[in-house]
């Protein structure tokens, strides 16, 4: 079975001087006009996590389970895994509240997916459909499969200083340990302090009516521009998300936990399902201001220190071109 191996395919950018090289296997079929479209083929697709197989779930948390066996491709001392929230951490103000949050983490989950290929993973990234869950959401069963709420967790306030205690102690991520904790080094077990977003005046500010279909379908179908539909969907879905949850998805380090990828993959289906509800023109929609609050363009190059190639916006407009190749079911 054929699936698409996006780090063979950075790595080919990486290492030639003209990106519109075409791949090998097309050899001279293709011509000039279509390289960019031709490279994708067979859009690998991405599945709800609960729509995916038993064995195929099991086969996921193996390979996560293997990235912390995996060295560094950065240079720390730490696994493969931790230069996920290591990176994400140290670039947290670039990526974060700017316009190039949705590109960014498009390209940081395809990194994610193409290591979990290689260590035995060998299905599409999945995602988590949390407005299933909105209301519910310590009982979802994506949640519950990877292992639930912490010890003795529950709402908590993100400001406050986390003793990070309430580590999760069920399911097959029982005993994680992490090393990074916000910008620190701070070696603690895999929290989670879960909230469903609908009791007290404090726990409804990252409430379930963020997440909920009613407000997606408001976001999706009424926001007419790039910068107002990513800012919609940083600031309420997405945030919400991490605060309900809690625990290690509160600070710039949460891809400590791996309902990161999963929470990301979904915020991704958004956008592609935004782009694809106003037609082409939309894959070339970009736009709002950078950290330094000058506009973002789609010739800005995205950083990730070294764990794939850093590449210009416009390559990841589109999940089907030379560098991406997938879609959502
Ligand atoms: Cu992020």
């Not at 994708?40 to 779930?57: F, G, I, V």
């Not at 029982?174 to 904790?181: D, M, P, V």
């Not at 916000?182 to 404090?202: I, P």
């Not at 000058?294 to 916006?313: E, F, K």
Request: charged fraction near 15%.
């Amino acid at each position: 079975m054929h699936f698409a191996t996006p780090i063979l395919a950075l790595a080919s950018l990486a290492s030639t001087a003209n990106a519109a090289v075409v791949p090998a296997h097309l050899g001279s079929l293709a011509s000039k006009d279509n390289q960019a479209q031709s490279a994708c083929t067979s859009p690998a697709k991405r599945q709800e996590w609960r729509s995916l197989s038993s064995e195929t779930r099991a086969e996921y948390m193996g390979a996560v389970k293997c990235l912390f066996t995996k060295p560094s491709r950065i240079g720390l001392k730490t696994s493969l895994y931790e230069d996920f929230p290591y990176i994400h951490s140290k670039l947290n103000t670039e990526i974060h509240f700017v316009a190039q949050f949705l590109p960014w983490h498009r390209l940081f989950l395809n990194m994610y997916e193409a290591a979990l290929h290689e260590c035995g993973y060998a299905s599409p990234m999945p995602y988590w459909d949390w407005t299933q869950d909105a209301g519910a959401l310590p009982a979802s069963a994506v949640v519950q499969e990877f292992g639930g709420n912490g010890a003795g967790g529950g709402w908590s306030s993100p400001a406050r200083p986390n003793p990070l205690t309430s580590c999760v102690t069920a399911g097959p991520l029982a005993g994680t340990t992490l090393t990074y904790y916000a910008g620190a080094e701070r070696a603690h077990c895999l929290n989670r302090q879960l909230n469903n977003g609908t009791g007290g005046a404090k726990e409804a500010l990252w409430g379930a009516a963020d997440y909920a279909p009613a407000n997606i379908a408001r976001i999706v179908d009424g926001s007419p521009d790039f910068a107002t539909f990513a800012d919609r969907l940083e600031n309420g879905p997405h945030g919400a998300i991490h605060n309900a949850v809690g625990g290690d998805l509160v600070p710039s380090s949460s891809p400590n936990d791996p309902l990161f990828m999963l929470h990301h993959a979904q915020v991704d289906r958004l956008w592609a399902r935004w782009q694809q509800a106003g037609g082409a023109a939309r894959d070339a929609d970009f736009g709002g201001k950078r950290l330094d609050k000058s506009p973002a363009t789609l010739q800005d190059v995205l950083p990730y220190m070294g764990l794939g190639p850093d590449m210009a916006i416009d390559k990841v407009m589109t999940t089907q071109n030379d560098v991406l190749c997938y879609t959502y079911v």
